[in-house]
Each structure stands twice: as C-alpha cells, then as structure tokens.
C-alpha cells in the first residue's frame, strides 16, 4: 500500500434506514436531516439566515453567487437553494454551489433517500442522471438548468480539500473571486469533532470576503469561538423546531493575505477592461465575448465551457468544418495512462477522464449515438511488455484507485471482454471506450451561445489598445478575449513568444472489413476499437521530425502489425483483406506535444517584460515578487493535449473559463501551475537557459 500518496479511493457513506425511511449515518451516528421537516429546515437555517432572497434579488444581471457548503449529505440544501435560484434569478445570472463531502452516498442511497422529497423530483432527477456510480477523491463539476447552476463537489476530507482552493484565492491576492454564503451543515460537533476544527474557521475565512454571510445549526461553543476567532461577526438566533439556537454571521474584514505573488499568479478575468491604460478605473463589468481560432476538441471545448456562463464566442478555423486536423479520426480512445506516482500530469487525466465520461451523455444521449459517435464498452491496457506491466503492477498495488475505475484482468478474462483471443494480461476499464471527436465538437459547438466561421485561416494577432486584432487574408474580427486553439500550429500566431511545443505525425489505418469486431477497445502499442460501419480502425504510428501529410504505407503495414500484437486471431482472419486494401483510407494528423507531455493551458507571457520580471531567477531560483506578472492581456492558449486529447481537452476548457470568468478552477494549484503556460520560461530562468 502507497503511503506517501493520497489515496484516490473514497469510502461511500455508510447508511443506515430508520423504520420511517430516513437515512442515518452509520460512521457519525447522525441523521442526515429530518423526515417530518427536512426541508423547511433547510429553508430557515440556511436560505432564509444567509437572506439569499433579498441579495439573489439585488444581484447585477450578469453576476454569479457562490455558496459553499460543508457536508453534501443527500444534496438536500443544494436542491432546495438550485429550486428557490431558479425562481428567483435570471437566465444570465449564475449559481455556483461548492460542497465538501468526505462520505458520498452511493448513487442507490441517494436516489432513496431523495424520494422523499417528491416536490423537488424533477430537480432529483437531473441530479440522479450526472451522480457518478463512484467517487474519486479531489474536485468534480457538474452543470445543470443549462450550464446557470454549476455543482463542485469535493470529495475529501473538509480540511484538506477546502485549503486547495484557498491556495488559489490566495495565490491571486484574494482579487478573483470569494464565497458569498457559507452553509455550515455536516454532523453535529458532538458526533463530528474532527471537521468543527480552527483550520476550518480559517480556510473558510481565506475563502470570503467581508460580508460573505454563514449559517449553521449549531449553536455548539468549539464552532462560535472557532468562526469569531477567524474574523466572522456571530449572532444567536432562534435554532429550527425544537433546537433553541442557531448560530449566523459575517465576515467582518478583508482575510489577511501574503504579500508575495507566484509566478502563477491568474491575470484579472477582465483581460484588457482592468489593464487599459485610460484613468477611467470604474468600467470593469466584465466583457463576455471571446474568439477562438481553432474548431478542435481544444477549441469546441473552451467555446462550451464559456458558453455554458453565458459567454457569446465566436469560433474561427481554417476547414470547412470542426473536428478536421488532430480531432478528426473517426474514433479516439479514452486512454487514461495513470501514475501510481500521483504527478500533476497523473492527476489531471484521473480528473479529466471522469470530466469527459460525464460529459458524454449529456451532449451525446446514448439513446442515439450509443455505438455511433461514442461507445463505453469498455477498455483494456495489455501489459504488453515488461516497462508496461511494471507500471500496471505498481498502479495495483499502489491501491490509491477504486477498483470500480479499473482492476487487473488475466489473459482468459480479457479475451472473454474482447471477444477474441488476447495474449497478455492487463487493466480492465468498465465505463472507458472511444468517441468520435468530430460528434464531440459538433454537439459542443452546437451551444447557442457559439457561432462558428469556417475556411477562415488566421494569418495574424494585432494587439490594440483594447482589444486584440485576429486578422485572416480577407477581413478581421476584434475581442478584448482571444483563445488560441490551433493545435500544433499555435506558435505561429505567437512570433513573440517561445512555448515549446512539437508535431508529432500520427497515421491511423481504417480497415474495411466484414468478420469479427472487437467488443471493447484494445489498447497495447497502439489501439484498436470495435468496428463502426463495417470498418476497423487500428492506430496509431507514431512519428517525430516528419511533416509528410500524405499517408504511408509503411506506416499502414505498421498498424497492420500492430494488429497482430493486439488481437492475433483477428489479424490472421483479416489479414489478406487488409494487406490488399489500398491506402485512401488511412488518415494522418499531427499531434501537438510540450517537452513535459502536459497541455498548456492559461494565459499567455508578454514574453520580455517577463523575462525582465523574472531575471532575478537566474541568480537565486527562490526568489520571492511582490507584483504580478506581466501576460499579454486578454489572450490565452489551450493547446499540447499530445495523444489524450479527448482526456485533457474538455477539462483544460473548464479551466480556461474558470480563469476567464475569474471562479474557483475544479483542479489543484499543482496542476495549474503544471499546465501552465509560463512554467517553460520560469524553468528556463532557473537553469539560466534563458
Ligand atoms: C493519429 C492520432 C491518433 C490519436 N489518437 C487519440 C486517441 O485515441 N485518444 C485521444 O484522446 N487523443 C488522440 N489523439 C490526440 C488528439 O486527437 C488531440 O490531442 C486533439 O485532437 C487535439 O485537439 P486540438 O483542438 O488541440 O487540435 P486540432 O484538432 O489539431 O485542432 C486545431 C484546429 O485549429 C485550426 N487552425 C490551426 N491553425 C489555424 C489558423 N491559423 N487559422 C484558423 N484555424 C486554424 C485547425 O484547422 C484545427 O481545426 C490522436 C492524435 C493523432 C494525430
């Protein structure tokens, strides 16, 4: 068992049900709530006391409030305040809910424990159809009433995930955003002590701003010492039903703040409203229109994630069509390679791979694009030599992965998966599979708050005052937010800036064939996936310092042979069929790739004025800085997803309209600062390379 790592697996709650059909916890010896009066005592202690009618009522017709909340539970306070949102606030205004929870009930406990509720069930329902079967530990997010109620679930311990999104206030000097009402739920202090600790009080204060409201049911002395000691104003109040008091409050002042800033540290999401050099300081509602050149899964994704907070985004490539460079093989493998390690690079994918898989449902419904445009049938990773059974080895034993993502299968039980004979053991996938990238983006850039241009090639970036320029050879378009989503062609739209990334030639081999298919993608050195419209296909070479478009029929003999090491029987049913297909089939792209295998996704350096900045580095790598650094304002990059863009891609958008909307990014500061643009100059400073 791995113990220097954090284990990704959680414990599901442990339920209880009372003779009255009430969930109980059995780790806490705790209700969940009250069957007679659940709900009206989610509405007095925490709706009513964080008077979310009345600030709900005075919100901006663009702003988002954010509750966060200790102790998810049943969902019952999220579904009660998602309800009274929606009849009070506007489409353009938003509802981010934050909660913590250590315990996640199982999706069956859930789904019984919400009947009992049947005012809230087309709510339940919605929440029912994304609740994952299982949990990992870290950040999800979900979205509901089209993209206007955004769900975070942190999975975790409340005292070691709530400090990873303090770390991202304050490593943007608490300027990006704040929690407006905090409902301070989970069990009792009594049956609960290890959560109603100091560091609660005070990450919970690092996450506010002054006025942020709290409300709790308790009136317990730990929490009114802990919440005054942290800086929140405390009152008394009349508790619910038979409980005498309940405590509310506020934040009084401003958390107390480092004065170094990082590297990494976020621009302010207003891009160029804030950096304009005119005095006039007042104008900064925020802009909400972008570009995007690039139709890719890179681009499609960062236009949805925008379009989901309302975004207006115009999306411009150089094809006639999304989805027609690296995006446009008709079938891409969710292949999530997994570190026992826990690297940033390990981390992202585990967060990405669930992202994506939730995603998939929901803007491709299985009913009509099951085997179509996505399928999880399932996939397996062959231990097909002895560095890859290693890992394999090293990832099982590690135990830090439920065994609901993945578990070790014998040659015999794989080849019973695959249907066909298999020849070395490995990792079963149950929910993983392929998906068309093409149907992907199309039902991404289908948003109506996304209009595409297509055979638009961008031949340049003119930077103006307010604005940036994106000219192609015969008009141009103009935003205060550009996000370059080229691929591996990013670079040349940057002149003025070195990120290293590389194309890396790839040929897939699309095999017209009419015998067996595979049941479920088979992985090795290379892939192959069940037949879609009587059509193998098997890939993918693998090639460095090769720009050649055209395709090779080295190369198809490659993935023929790579066939014979996936699913030998198969390979010798086909094989002459295949030998004697002609090359028009097969299909080349480039993959974008930077020296660490990490995307870069964030905004973009003003790369001299950083190198000035920066300089000290180079004498003294620890240097500390007191401003921010200098980017160039309102441009940014999602770009490098490598062979796992269908992975990393989606999620990368969520961070870029995170960073863009300036909310809570659903990912660790070690991974953003991972992916993050800067890091190649800041390393190269370090090793005075630059
Ligand atoms: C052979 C091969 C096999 C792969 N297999 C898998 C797999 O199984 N699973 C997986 O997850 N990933 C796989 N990948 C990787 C995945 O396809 C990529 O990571 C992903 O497609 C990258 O998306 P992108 O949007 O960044 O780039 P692209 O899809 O290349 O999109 C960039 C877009 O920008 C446009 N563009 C570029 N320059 C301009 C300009 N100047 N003006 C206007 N438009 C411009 C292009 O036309 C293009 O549409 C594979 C890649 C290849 C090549």
Redesign the pocket.
Known sequence: MNTEHPSQKTLPANILWDEDGQPISAEFDDVYFSRQSGLAETRYVFLQHNQLQTRWQQLDTHQQFIIAETGFGTGLNFLCAWQQWLEACKPTQSLSFISVEKYPLTKNDLEKALKLWPELDPLCEQLLAQYPSFFTEGMHRFYFAHGNVQLTLLIGDALEQLPHLAQQRRQAALNNWAIDAWFLDGFAPAKNPKMWQPELFSTMACLSKPGTTFSTFTAAGIVKRGLQAAGFSIEKVQGFGHKRDMLIGHLTSNPSIAKTIPWWHPPQPNGYALNKKSNDSTNTTLNKEAII???????ASAAFSLAQRGWHVKV????SG????????RQ????AKLSPHQTPLSQLILAGYQYTTRLLPQLLPPETHQGKSWDNCGLIQLAFNEQEAKRQAALISSQLFPEQLFEYQTTEQLTERAGSNIQYPGLWWPSSGWVW?QALCQAMLAHPNITTHYQ????SLERHEQHWQVNTSDRYWQSAHVII?????CQ??LPDVELPMKAIR???SQLPYQGLSPKTVVCGDG?ISPMVDNVLHV??TFTHDNDANTCSSQDRRENIQRLSQLMPELYELAKNTLESDSLNNDKV????SSPDYLPIVGPIPDQIPFIEHYAPLRQNGNTTFTTPPPYLPGLWI??A???????T?PLAGEILASYLAGEPIPLTTEVLQATHPCRFLIRGLKRRQV
Not at 316 to 319: I, M, P, T
Not at 322 to 329: D, E, I, K
Not at 589 to 592: K, L, M, T
Request: include cysteine.
């Open positions: 050149i690039g139709a890719g899964l890179a681009g411009l490539d150089q094809h999304p989805a027609q460079a690296a995006s446009g093989n891409g493998m969710l292949y990238p638009q090639q961008v031949t989503a080229a691929g591996h062609t040349s739209l790839g040929q897939v892939y890939g993918a792209g480039f993959r974008c999602t770009a997803h490598g062979s796992r863009g269908l992975i891609a």
